[in-house]
């Protein structure tokens, strides 16, 4: 942790002039902050305040920034929760996963339906914004079982939701088992029914469908991800930070001893650099843009991107309509609830 403490303190020494600081540092002003990827409360309560005094010397968010914190529910503890609000934070993103045993036991999580209940209610107690994270098609999940998670969810009152599908990704755990066979993926049609489901029971108790993995109630949005979503420039730190000026796409080594070992040396810490032409950013943001329910406005479109809609993607857009997975009224196009829920397999028909 002295090591991570130390590379922090270093990278943040890139931080551009914006404005000054009441010592005359470096400060770059913040609309948004978010410390996560990762799972910065394992830091605990004495751990976030010392990365708080770190961020505080060239980072400082506006009076009215949104300023999130992920969160495992064992962590979060009475100190913890006055630490994070003492630091500004405003916002939390709990990885709860789900509210039942036999489904976290499957997804190989350390903390029990309660712990998720406790936590929620200690955030919401100091007047923080809760975002719950709910997992879906976990193996040996049945859609009533996801049904109960969903309702025991809306119960709880989190102002934000964000519901993902089980990713299998090569090279982990869960991927090793799958082949092994002790572990089997969640028939498609039935994933598909649980990610209905949870539209459904979302937006029936008033939450806003804002983009195909999160739920809102209304003004309750992360503004965080939206500025992603937007395609506007944003700063990172961190082992495996993408930072991103509108074109370039900077990853940190995602390496945390490889991050650390290479940032106290003085050394580059960056590791894949993805420099896109005018037309590749805007066909990446034509997908970003897509996975908003609000979808994409095409005079907006091209005044950010400087292209054309139609010609970066005018014939997918057009075998998208006709195959109901689109709407497009000419001056708006996004995806229906079918295209939402198969989204990730039109993209190739961009980038």
């Known amino acids: 942790m002295e090591r991570y403490f130390a590379a922090v303190a270093r990278e943040l020494e890139r931080v551009p002039r914006a404005s000054a600081s009441r010592d005359g540092s470096a400060c770059l002003d913040l609309d948004t902050l978010y410390l996560g990827g990762g799972t910065p409360s394992h830091l605990g309560p004495a ?4 990365l708080f005094a770190l961020l505080r010397d060239r980072l ?3 009076s009215d920034a949104e300023v999130s914190l992920e969160a495992n529910p064992l962590d ?18 709990l990885g709860g996963q789900s509210l039942d045993a036999a489904t976290l036991r499957a997804l190989d999580r350390d903390h029990g339906p309660d712990d998720v209940r406790r936590a929620v209610g200690l955030l919401q107690a100091a007047g923080l914004v809760v975002s719950l994270d709910l997992m879906t098609a ?24 964000s519901v993902y599908c089980l990713t299998w990704e090569q090279g982990t755990a869960f991927a090793a088992a799958r082949r092994r066979g002790e572990l089997a993926a969640v028939p498609e049609d039935l994933e598909r029914a649980m990610f209905e489901a949870a539209i459904d029971r ?4 008033g939450y806003e469908h804002y983009e195909v993995s999160n739920f809102a109630r209304p003004g309750r949005r992360c503004r965080h991800n ?4 937007d395609c506007r420039p944003w700063e990172a730190f961190g082992p495996g930070a993408a930072r991103f000026d509108g074109r370039t796409r900077i990853t940190n080594h995602r390496s945390t001893t490889t991050w650390m070992t290479r940032v106290l040396a003085g050394e580059d810490c960056s590791g894949d650099v993805d420099a896109m032409a005018i037309e590749d950013a805007a066909r990446e943001r034509l997908v970003v843009g897509l996975r908003r ?10 005044a950010a991107s400087g292209c054309d809609l139609d010609a970066v993607a005018g014939p997918a857009v057009a075998r998208w309509v006709a195959a109901g997975l689109a709407a497009d009224d000419g001056r ?11 989204s990730d397999t039109l993209w190739a028909d961009v980038l």
Not at 47 to 50: A, F, N
């Open 226 to 229: 939206e500025a992603y979503w």
């Open 332 to 342: 708006r196009v996004r995806l229906t609830r079918a295209g939402l829920l198969v």
């Open 293 to 302: 329910r609000d979808g994409v406005d095409r005079a907006a479109f091209r």
């Open 138 to 161: 976990a193996p040996g999940q049945s859609l009533a079982a996801v049904e109960r998670d969903l309702a025991a969810a809306v119960a709880l009152f989190p102002e934000h939701v």
């Open 76 to 93: 979060v503890t009475a100190e913890f929760v006055a630490a994070a609000r003492d630091c500004g934070v405003t916002r939390v993103s």
């Open 60 to 62: 400082r968010p506006t």
């Open 202 to 205: 979302l937006e029936a108790a």
């Open 47 to 50: 751990g976030l305040r010392r």
